[in-house]
């Protein structure tokens, strides 16, 4: 049946600016797009006041399946992830087994074949993530990842790193980047800085995320090929980053929303659940963040989604890293970066939805006819204060908690299905 969306504001991540119209839909795409559209064989969504914009792709996400399925699933990760408007993710491969061979990809893909977002699965560089041995990257080319990464941890060995890199570049297959340097994070679990001291609570100092990232530059340089950095933190690797960009270096980035909305203030009170790798560090850091995200230095904002158990998270100094935030990612990019004038909305979008769409060659991302069907409507101007209770996904670890933000989902589709509606998943 078709589907039609009346009176909406169409942010369209490719146009200047959003205009009000109506959108068809139909077998999972857009077949109309903008301008009154009349049409009697459709069910009509009357969406005055609420922008209709391409569904999020959020292309840092970890879903825990296999092997963690206490902490999330397939499944129920997709349902978080439509209730905060993403209709793609891309899961990263710190599962057990790890996603280091065919039959684990083969895996995922099938449960998520009903799933209420698109699924797409990043293939791990070396054997079970211990960067010792490097994967059959064209088997898992075959089997169907998109990009390849370690994500959770570094690839300590330049030399094998090199050659993965050089053979995802044949493959066309993009290299994901997480850039820290364990001798220099060592123990610490907050950034090394004057909240850490005043709370004697170890820490780990950005040049461990700046070593790691001047490391994947040079190797980048050296070899013409591309990388894609995970999760920007710090002044200094923006800096970094922006000049191997001048510079012509084949370089891609992302950040995360709690790097542009908070810092090392929040974890004053000792409160695990926003804790992550790498940490919150100082204003002066989040403020260079969102002096990146402004020219074009950060491409990508994604969610690095990373659900724990209210148990594992129970100890602040025992917790394991990561909060979970895709549920919250378009209401904090409108409260901390469009509200105050850093981006347009239609620059934030952009940010979340065609860049990451592009840098992983799929083809979402747009409202034009021919699109797929993949579309978030919102209100702008909404206020919520964020129930860790009300999530969607089976963890409650959400980075924003008790904070008021604008921005509301109201409505998801995938592939023309309804997937989230006011408060619910269908």
């Not at 078709?2 to 119209?21: C, M, V, W």
């Not at 087994?97 to 995922?108: N, S």
């Not at 860049?355 to 699109?371: C, Q, T």
């Amino acid at each position: 049946m078709k589907i039609l969306l009346k009176n909406a504001s169409l942010a369209d991540p490719e146009r200047p600016s959003p205009q009000t119209g109506d959108l068809l839909l139909e077998h999972g795409c857009i077949i109309g797009a903008g301008g009154h559209i009349d049409v009697t064989d459709a069910e009509t969504v009357d969406c005055t006041g609420l922008v209709a914009a391409p569904g999020l792709v959020d292309m840092h996400v970890h879903l825990r399946d296999p092997g963690y399925t206490e902490k999330e699933d397939i499944v129920t990760g997709c349902r978080a992830a439509a209730a905060g408007g993403v209709t793609t993710l891309l899961c990263m491969p710190n599962t057990s087994p790890a996603v280091d061979e065919p039959d684990t990809v083969a895996y995922i893909l099938r449960k998520a074949r009903n799933a209420s977002a698109r699924v797409r699965v990043a293939g791990a560089l070396t054997v079970g993530l211990h960067g010792k041995e490097r994967t059959d990257l064209k088997a898992l080319k075959e089997a169907g990842v998109t990009a390849l990464s370690d994500d959770g941890r570094p690839v300590e060995n330049s030399h094998l790193m090199a050659e993965a890199m050089k053979e995802a570049a044949d493959l066309g297959l993009p290299v994901v980047s997480h850039c820290e340097v364990p001798e220099l994070t060592a123990d610490g679990i907050m950034n090394e800085g004057k909240v850490s001291r005043e709370l004697d609570v170890p820490g780990a100092p950005a040049a461990a995320e700046e070593c790691g990232i001047a490391r994947e530059l040079a190797l980048a340089e050296a070899l013409g090929v591309p990388v894609h950095i995970c999760h920007v933190s710090s002044q200094h690797s923006v800096e970094l980053i922006r000049a191997a960009k001048k510079r012509g270096v084949k370089v891609t980035c992302e950040t995360a929303p709690h790097y542009f909305a908070l810092t090392e203030e929040a974890l004053r009170g000792k409160d695990a659940d926003l804790r992550m790798s790498p940490p919150l560090r100082t204003e002066k850091d989040r403020r260079a963040v969102i002096a990146g995200l402004k020219d074009g230095t950060i491409d990508v904002i994604a969610t690095d989604h990373a659900p724990h158990t209210p148990y594992d998270k129970g100890d602040f100094f025992m917790a394991p890293n990561g909060v979970i935030g895709m549920e919250t990612s378009l209401a904090a990019g409108i409260t901390y970066l469009v509200k105050p004038g850093h981006l347009t909305l239609n620059q934030l979008l952009y940010k979340m939805s065609a860049a990451p769409a592009k840098l992983l060659r799929l083809p979402y991302g747009g409202l034009l006819s021919g699109s797929a069907a993949d579309i978030v409507l919102f209100d702008p101007k909404e206020h919520w204060i964020v129930d860790p209770e009300k999530m969607h996904g089976k963890s409650k670890n959400a980075v924003f908690k008790g904070r008021n933000l604008c921005g509301r989902v109201k409505r998801t589709y995938c592939a023309g299905k309804l997937v989230y509606q006011d408060g619910k998943n269908p």
